[in-house]
């Protein structure tokens, strides 16, 4: 048994629609269909009839549903009381972040904003861009900071959480640097094979990628070398000279500076812009907001005030 799986149930219960409960819990329709199979599974009855549209509840589901609401309170209100025990002077903000950020753009970013903000307790959360979107929705964090493109949209209802652009990230393509050049380039030259350092299809900065390529290099000119969904695992292969990889700025900063990385496009349109944006659940909605995290998400909105004022 799984609490995300009772959730997912409520959820259902309330929405009567498996696509529109997959879409608010962060899911794709097929997993979240899978998770209702694996609670009826866990119950040894269908909780869901399956015969109408719709979407209807059997009467075991309807008196599993008033149970999970209980549970779900009883826990929650558990954990409030828990946190409700910190010392005021343990305030630790949590910090949910995908891993390419968490490696590259956070920790500079922390730097500057002690400069201006103070000392703070912060905790960070490393996770896959999905996993990080639920610990916020879920409660277990206090902010959550991701790329944002419009072509790979967080889908975060704007009536329950709010969100501030921390600034801008440059995705291109690097390959290992010898005597100040590229080892690969793309394009690539004609009937050249370019090996090509991929993220995997579930990794957020996937399809952005195969946007690119697809506008620029078709599918024949690559040779996919190799995969994952860490940019920090691509730039490691990069810097042994095993392909190209595209890497966000950041994360490249001090390798193009000591010459270990070059930039590897031979042309222009091979890179795009992304938002580092900070999101956080409106007070009003929130089941639990800590002074920390209010103080600090209200300096930010001062900072990007001033900043919006200056540029005006």
Known sequence: METKWLEDFV?????????RSAQLRHVTQPAFSRRIQALEAWA??????????????????????????????????????????????Q????????????????????????????????????????DAVLRLTEGGC????????PAQPLQLPPERYEM??????????????????????????PGERVPFLAYGSAAYMARLVEM???????????????ETDMAEGLKAMALEGHGVAFLPASAVRKDLAARRLAVAATEPGFELSMDVR????????????????????AHLQAQAATTTAAQA
Request: hydrophobic share 40%; glycine share 6%.
């Open 164 to 189: 501030m652009s921390l600034g801008t990230e440059t995705l291109a393509p690097y390959a290992r640097a010898e005597d100040g050049r590229p080892r690969h380039t793309l394009p690539g030259r």
């Open 44 to 89: 040894g009855i269908d909780l869901v009839d399956r015969s109408s549209y719709p979407t209807r509840l059997t009467k075991a589901g309807e008196t599993l549903r008033d149970q999970a609401l209980e549970i779900l309170g009883q826990l929650q209100a558990a954990r409030n009381m828990m946190r409700s025990h910190q010392v005021a002077g």
């Open 91 to 130: 305030d630790t903000i949590e910090f949910a972040v995908p891993h390419t950020l968490a490696f590259a753009f956070f920790p500079q970013w922390l730097v500057d904003l002690r400069t201006t903000f103070g000392p703070m307790r912060s905790r960070l959360i490393a996770l896959n861009v999905h």
């Open 142 to 149: 206090d902010l959550l900071i991701a790329y944002h493109h």
């Open 11 to 19: 959820s259902l219960a309330e929405t009567r629609s498996f696509s």
């Open 278 to 297: 900070i999101y956080r659940e409106r007070p009003g909605t929130a089941r639990h907001v800590k002074p920390g995290a209010q103080k600090l998400w």
């Open 212 to 226: 690119l390529l697809k506008q620029k290099a078709p599918a024949a000119t690559l040779d996919t070398v190799y």
